[in-house]
């Protein structure tokens, strides 16, 4: 099973600030199978970044991602207040499918 | 639009079974893979199953695996989780998602294992 650990777990910042995400991968990960998800309270997650760089529909390009192999970053530029939400990373590579734990990113 | 709705959930005792159900709406069902992930209560998400569009390929995570069912009907644009011998650590919130990448997800049932 491939194991993903994001980091940090929680991340405090301000609006107009930049935030940086991290996922590690126990083992490599195509780019192509790895994705990223927003989830606010109360509400299903949302697909944000696929094949670890594109976006998908209506996200705003505010929101990036990159990296390869086991280290991947989703970095929002500037955040805005509707960004503050929990974030997960995931692999689809390799069965079994695995998720991050999850940064949550609060306001400061 | 494309939508899927999620029902079924509810109590249940340790060792009964429920079936959950997804709706789909707005895209050809039968040429998608669609996806099974649950959330506990304040916890992560995990992927729970899935399948093929036409049934050939069903995988799922090793801690439901002989309790649970995937399974789906492309004639009623239909996705189903049977799910047996349900435990207090199988609560959560279980979502439909549609295709590898799980695009859109479904609002969630939730599921209660407690006696």
């Known amino acids: 099973e491939i194991v993903l650990t994001q980091s940090p777990g929680t991340l405090s910042l301000s609006p107009g600030e930049r935030a940086t995400l991290s996922c590690r991968a126990s083992?490599?990960?195509?780019?192509?199978?790895l994705t990223w998800y927003q989830q606010k309270p109360g509400q299903a997650p949302r697909l944000l970044i696929y094949?670890?760089?594109s976006r998908a529909t209506g996200i705003p390009d505010r929101f990036s991602g990159s990296g390869s192999g086991t280290d991947f970053t989703l970095t929002i530029s500037k955040l805005e207040p509707e960004d503050f939400a929990v974030y997960y990373c995931q692999q689809y590579g390799r069965s079994p499918i695995t998720f991050g734990q999850g940064t949550r990113l609060e306001i400061k | 639009e494309v939508q899927l709705v999620e029902s079924g959930g509810g109590l249940v005792q340790p060792g009964g079974s429920l079936r959950l159900s997804c709706t789909a709406s707005?895209?050809?069902?039968?040429?998608?893979?669609m996806n099974w992930v649950r959330q506990a209560p304040g916890k992560g998400l995990e992927w729970v199953a899935h399948?093929?569009?036409?049934?050939?390929?069903?995988k799922y995570v090793d801690s439901v695996k002989g309790r649970f069912t995937i399974s789906r009907d492309n004639t009623k644009n239909s996705l189903y989780l049977q799910m047996n011998s349900l435990r207090a650590e199988d609560t959560a919130v279980y979502y439909c998602?549609?295709?590898?990448?799980?695009?859109?997800w479904g609002q969630g049932t939730l599921v209660i294992v407690s006696s």
């Open positions: 094949g670890a760089s």
């Open positions: 707005g895209f050809t069902f039968s040429g998608y893979w």
């Open positions: 998602a549609r295709s590898n990448l799980f695009d859109p």
């Open positions: 083992q490599s990960v195509s780019s192509t199978y």
């Open positions: 399948i093929k569009g036409d049934e050939s390929e069903k």
